[in-house]
């Protein structure tokens, strides 16, 4: 089955990059000329995906609105001639059925996804974390929805990482089907080091059957009281088995500083307006150093 619809979950703080997200939502923060949930949107459109509900909170009107019209703006573009701008602007509202969900009270990603749970009805579907931006040559969510429909199981985007970095993820247990597919028989949210199944995590992505939704109105919060979508996941794991893509692309967790400051040097180093610019001023501090 084809997976049309996905949810975006972006109704975070921001916490790990104030004070620039106090008044800007972080996933309006640029990567060059375009926000980080752009790209995430973007993606999931390059995938063959047509709706898209965007899980949002109080303060962040700012997304709706770059997704709608700016009549003004159009008009003045338009009237000077500014062709390029012009095109940019409006396609923007113009990628995909795009709609908006307020999360009224931050109570983690797995109550997030549950709000989602008219919108999708019986469908499977994608999510896309609003914080990761990955960025490569193919759709990452592409990927993963061609392992749901060659398996028909629910599916996981999955990178191998560094002991630090799975303590503050998440560790997949995983047997190899291919060379970047595995099968995922069981999880555990930010384990220690000591109790990881592996250094494979979760990152960013994921295509879920319905019946998560009412794993997670049966699933008691987890790390930091909050409800995980990963405990439900683990609970699919358990029964039925999950799958694992080791996806490609290149991920930025655009919910810290470094993140965001590596997603624009990266994005820059190929933007066709930036890419000469910075490689020769990157070569200047390089030989300054």
Request: with cysteine; hydrophobic share 40%; aromatic share 8%.
């Amino acid at each position: 089955m084809k997976i049309k619809k996905a949810i975006i979950p972006a109704a975070g703080m921001g916490t790990r990059v104030l004070p620039a997200s106090k008044v800007v939502p972080k996933e309006m923060l640029p990567i060059v000329d375009k926000p980080a949930i752009q790209y995430i949107v973007e993606e999931a459109v390059a995938a063959g995906i047509t709706d898209i509900l965007i899980i949002t909170n109080r303060g962040k009107g700012a997304i709706e609105d770059h997704f709608d019209h700016s009549f003004e703006l159009e008009a003045l573009l338009h009237k000077k001639k500014k062709w390029q701008a012009y095109k940019e602007v409006t396609s923007v509202s113009q990628l995909a059925n795009i709609y908006f969900l307020r999360q009224k009270e931050t109570n983690g990603l797995g109550d997030a996804v549950l709000r989602a749970k008219q919108f999708v009805g019986d469908e499977p579907f994608a999510v896309l974390y609003g914080d990761d931006v990955i960025v490569g040559e193919t759709p990452a969510i592409g990927g993963l929805c061609e392992a749901y429909e060659k398996y028909g199981k629910s599916v996981v985007g999955i990178k191998n990482v560094t002991d630090r970095e799975v303590t503050q993820y998440c560790s997949l247990k995983v047997e190899s089907l291919d060379d970047k597919t595995f099968a995922v028989s069981d999880m555990i949210e930010k384990p220690s080091i000591y109790n990881k199944f592996s250094n494979y995590a979760i990152l960013g992505r994921c295509v879920l059957e319905s019946e998560i939704f009412e794993i997670l109105e049966n699933t008691p919060l987890g790390v930091g009281n909050e409800l995980q979508l990963t405990d439900a996941m683990k609970t699919i794991a358990r029964r039925k088995g999950m799958i694992g893509v080791e996806f490609d692309g290149e991920r930025h967790d655009m919910g810290n500083k470094f993140g965001f400051i590596k997603a624009n040097i990266d994005v820059g180093l190929v933007h066709p307006e930036t890419k000469g610019e910075l490689r020769a001023y990157i070569k200047k501090l390089a030989e300054e150093l």
